[in-house]
């Protein structure tokens, strides 16, 4: 796990360089999540963090300048345990739209098993724009990537466009919030499926 | 004019009750819409908003109890213009699918025109999530009527859920947020097209 989670951390000039301290920072980011999400980023504080971390205030400065730093290295700690979440579940698929069910799948899950997600991404559009628009552009960029080896793969249209990618991205983002994080009534596998089918076969009535 | 704005003010006891009246009031919001936009709620203050809106300090209180009262009257009349400029756009289609393009064009034409808008409806997850979530709710609404609309006519498939309006709708605001936000690099033609492509057979290649 240590070596998982290594991966998960962000490279500045704090970087811890024992399992040591790559497991203070792991916990000081969860512990982070926990604050950001339930008090948001003006109301969290830093003794707030270290507290919910059980690890002293002074751990915290080994490792981060300020919560402006903390909040940025959450929300790329974030985007890359989503990603990271949905490359395993991609692990074994049979078609390119298959393997785009298994990634809305496991991004549902997360976001249920972490909900506190939303709010840490959404809140970074105003306390640190940069970062937002980063978590979406690398998200759409890494589907495109996916649609354009299913297009030479042959199992998707060849004429797909980046476009594509933001709309399917859009569709998951929102499936999510309503299915994953304000009411869990369906199955994350039956939300997955109609979304899927969209991209399968669209919603038109078979043509007669 | 006064008649199609009276229509996005949201009724409460101080509702105006004069055609100046409404001038007023309408001014109030699309200053707090620009002063909202720029600054955000917590930086944005009473005094910059009627400065913005040429209007007494007076007048503010004359329709507005407080700053949270105007943001939350915001987003409802924000939520209602897009849904009026969508309607009006709506009025000429051949069918289901041809009508749900109009929107995304219209939806993208208005968030061009008013970029404020991402900004003010994200942030109202923060400071006025009920006002949130009623926006999503009563779009989604509003699209899953469509395509039951569409069902019926035999223009879309008979089993369409409440999921495929949500799926809808996400794509519909990633799109904008992509083309009509941050660039304009596309037509909003083009990106209707490209959306409604998706509704129409699905990404997948053609069966041989």
Known sequence: MAT????????????????????????LLDAAALEFGEKGFHEASITGITQRAGTALGSFYTYFD???????????DM?????????????????????EKLALEAFMNFAREHKEIYRIIDEAEFVDPDSYRAHYEATAK????????????????????????????????????????????????????????????????AKS
């Open 4 to 27: 998982e989670y290594s991966a998960h951390v962000e490279s500045n000039d704090k970087q811890p360089r024992t399992a040591r301290g790559l497991k203070t920072k792991r916990k």
């Open 66 to 76: 300020s919560k402006d730093e903390l909040f940025s290295a959450l929300v790329k």
């Open 79 to 99: 985007s890359t345990r989503v990603k990271s979440h949905a490359a395993i579940a991609m692990t074994e698929w049979q078609d390119t739209l298959e393997r």
């Open 142 to 205: 890494r589907i495109f990537e996916r649609l354009q080896e299913g297009s030479e793969a042959g199992d998707l249209r060849g004429n797909l466009d980046e476009a594509h990618a933001w709309a399917i991205m859009g569709m998951n983002v929102f499936l999510g919030l309503r299915y994953g994080i304000w009411t869990e009534e369906k199955s994350t596998v039956e939300i997955a499926e109609i979304a899927n089918e969209i991209l399968a076969t669209g919603i038109a009535a």
